[in-house]
């Protein structure tokens, strides 16, 4: 079985430029989620999705976050425009049931975004 | 609202040695789950255990195991005859119901090293 797919692996813009990452989830999974995290910190949630809608985003900085996950498969998060502290890994994951908390959820790699 | 405390921020042992990561949890919820995540060096959030609230037995998988205890709101991790392998950021995480919006809450992650 396929894991989930993020790409790119390692980004670096400057502050006031803009970034897009893509997430491509296991085939079937109905939740998709994704995850900020700071070095040395655990996974901060942004955005959950079930199937094309949004359960919850409200953490996601509405100024200059912004995602979308398209006919309830694969999603993309952009950041538009950067700021210095948006320097962070940002997980994508998956789960198969309806509200992602009954069965475990399934991570990518990960994006290392660093803004200089 | 729902916490999760994993207080040792780092643990450091020499190969060989057995190690006990904590958890505690906090919820009002009365159905809910709790997790162990491992994120190696790679960065990749790897599941290691699903456990829901109606289910206090211990689980072990090979040098892995799990004490669930509702009575101290305790999930804590031992790891027998550790290895170098083994070293990694462990996460313990929580998924309530309503009460926690259904999120999955997130601690801080345990450094584990392991030296030979």
Wanted: net charge neutral.
């Amino acid at each position: 079985e396929a894991g989930v797919a993020q790409s790119p692996r390692y980004k670096i813009i400057e502050k006031r430029q803009s970034v897009a990452f893509w997430c491509n989830p296991i085939s079937g999974h109905a939740t998709l989620y994704w995850y900020q995290q700071i070095l040395g910190q655990g996974p901060k949630l942004l955005i959950q999705f079930q199937n094309n809608g949004v359960v919850d985003d409200s953490q996601l900085p509405k100024d200059r976050f912004s995602a979308e996950r398209l006919k309830g498969v694969d999603s993309t998060l952009k950041i538009q425009p950067a700021k210095l502290e948006d320097s962070a890994v940002y997980l994508c994951a998956s789960s198969l049931d309806r509200w992602g908390q009954y069965t475990e959820a399934f991570f990518g790699q990960g994006t290392r975004l660093t803004v200089v | 609202a729902q916490k999760v405390t994993q207080a040792q921020t780092e643990i450091s042992v020499v190969e060989k040695e057995d190690v006990t990561l904590d958890c505690v949890y906090e919820t009002r919820d009365t159905t809910y789950y709790l997790f162990w995540y491992k994120q190696p060096p790679s960065g990749e959030l790897v599941f290691l255990i699903r456990r829901n609230s109606f289910d206090e037995q211990n689980e072990i998988s090979g040098r892995y195991s799990w004490n669930f205890q509702k009575s101290t709101s305790s999930f804590n991790f031992t790891i027998t005859a550790s290895q170098v392998v083994d070293s990694a950021v462990y996460f313990c995480a929580l998924s309530g119901g309503l009460d926690s919006n259904y999120q999955l809450i997130w601690g801080a992650g345990t450094k584990l090293i392991i030296k030979p």
